[in-house]
């Protein structure tokens, strides 16, 4: 009889899970593992949100193997101690887990084989589980990874895609001491966002399911539409790997059609950070293009960014939104970290650990790189280019309704007026419990320039 660890990481699913079936296909029996992680428990990853979707996610998929005959054991402790304790207690020959791309993990990765390759058991890493296109299968001629989108998703669109698989209908396991239950239930310390998703593999499944049928059609005309909520929110779904992104973009493509394709598009932006991460894992704390920045110190500033209380209403919606739900929309995404780094000219490394704190699908690559991206460190090739937080707001919530929908204050006035509270009659401005503007926006942008030396 041989016998294979599955180390589930974030790959939380039995459906198109290529690490469990590879583990399937090399042994007789299996023993589905999860290490809660005294590195990432004791670091600024491990916060409330996250947390608690995670736990969602692991009783999801206990439930789920257990019904396929195998039960979810749950360890905490070190990684490899743990692993290695766990391959020993079973017998096992093989410890089968998904490739992922961080510093960390990549660590990670080498320092179990390292530690069960002394016990003579052998680790085998599946690298197509968390991505369409895994890190380093598309480079450029001479380099190790692509730093421009657009020729990267041509690329990508063009390569071929491993087939779906079906989720296991039995496992062989070996049955271990585990106290699943508990260990999960430990997860869920801390407040978290009063409108957090609810994590795990069926109910990400469900919203897959529902946005290919309802959805996806309005999303290349609505995903820019801040009170529309046109996108598809699979973003923590696809982070503690819920889901497939492999099978999310087979459906999307069977679908067809310009919502789709924008869509698959958006996905492959996942892919390309991850890629970068992979070649450069320190940029998750250094510069990926280094512009000389030497950015203010203004600790009012950054508190009232992140308290949603900096004068500018579509700012303020975006942080309010991101406090409530422990998730934000692209667009304000983009809008924030805009104001964050070039309107206050604040170091993009702030604002990434305040996403961090408070982000559902909080991502090491996503997260840095859009932060850079939006900074002008990272991959945009117009690193200078400057929003105005006005017409920002008029372009994509030309109602007003996001603002309204998460800055109370501001809910009784009507119309486009709520973009611009500044503008409103003295008598009327005085009722209003809201702000005045924290920065000047002309002084702003002349300083942004002058910094940049444009
Ligand atoms: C400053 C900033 C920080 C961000 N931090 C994160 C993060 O920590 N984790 C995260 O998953 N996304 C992050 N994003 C990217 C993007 O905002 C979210 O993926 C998206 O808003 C999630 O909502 P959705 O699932 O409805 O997206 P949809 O529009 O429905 O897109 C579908 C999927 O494509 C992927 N995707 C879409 N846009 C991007 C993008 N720009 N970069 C990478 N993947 C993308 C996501 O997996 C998303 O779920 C960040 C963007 C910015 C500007």
């Known amino acids: 009889m041989t016998t294979a660890v599955v180390l589930f990481t974030r790959d939380l699913r039995v459906h198109d899970n290529p690490t469990l079936r590879a583990a399937m296909d090399r042994a007789d029996r299996v023993v589905p593992l999860f290490v809660l992680d005294r590195r990432i428990l004791d670091s600024d990853y491990f916060r409330p949100n996250r947390a608690a979707f995670l736990a969602d996610s692991l009783a999801d998929l206990h439930d789920a193997l257990s019904e396929r005959g195998a039960k ?46 002394a016990q003579g058991v052998e680790l085998q890493v599946c690298r197509e589980t968390n991505f369409v296109v895994p890190a380093g299968a598309i480079t450029p001629d001479g380099g190790d990874h692509m730093r421009v989108f657009t020729p990267y998703f041509r690329r990508w669109e063009d390569r071929p895609v491993r087939d779906v698989l079906g989720a296991p209908r039995t496992l062989e396991a070996v049955s271990l001491k585990s106290a699943a239950d508990d260990a999960i239930a430990g997860l869920r310390l801390g407040t978290t966002s009063p409108k957090l998703a609810r994590g795990g593999e069926q109910e990400g499944r469900r919203r897959m399911r529902e946005w290919v049928r309802e959805g996806i059609d309005a999303y290349e005309d609505g995903h820019d539409d801040l009170a529309g909520d046109q996108t598809s929110r699979l973003s923590p779904y696809l982070h503690f790997g819920c889901l497939s992104p492999v099978e999310l973009v087979q459906l999307a493509r069977e679908r067809g059609g310009p919502g789709a394709e924008a869509f698959v598009r958006q996905v492959a932006w996942r892919d390309f950070h991850a890629q970068v991460l992979a070649a450069r894992p320190d940029a998750v704390r250094a510069d990926y293009r280094p512009r000389g920045d030497r950015w203010q110190r203004d600790d009012d500033g950054l508190e009232a960014w992140r308290a949603g209380r900096t004068g500018f209403p ?29 309107t206050l000219y604040l170091d993009w490394r702030l604002g990434a650990a305040h996403f961090i704190d408070l982000l559902v699908d909080g991502d090491v690559a996503n997260n840095t790189m859009n932060w850079q991206w939006v900074a002008g460190t990272g991959t945009d090739t117009r690193p200078n280019r400057m929003y105005n937080m006005t017409l920002q707001a008029q372009r994509h919530d030309p109602s007003g309704d996001y603002v309204r929908r998460y800055v109370p204050e501001l809910r009784g006035v009507a119309g486009g007026a709520v973009h611009e509270p500044w503008k409103l009659p003295e008598d009327e401005r005085a009722t209003l419990d809201y702000p005045e503007r924290i920065v000047d926006p002309d002084f702003a942008r002349e300083r942004f320039r002058r910094a940049r030396g444009k």
């Open 72 to 117: 979810l054991l749950v360890r905490r402790g070190r990684l490899t101690d743990e692993v290695v304790r766990v391959a020993r207690e079973s017998s096992a020959d093989a410890v089968v887990m998904s490739g992922d791309v961080s510093g960390y993990a990549q660590r990670r990765e080498a320092a179990l084989r390292e530690a069960l390759e």
């Open 314 to 342: 579509i700012v303020d919606a975006g942080m309010r939104q991101l406090a409530e739900e422990g998730w934000m929309h692209n667009r304000a995404r983009l809008i924030v970290a805009h104001f964050l780094t070039k």
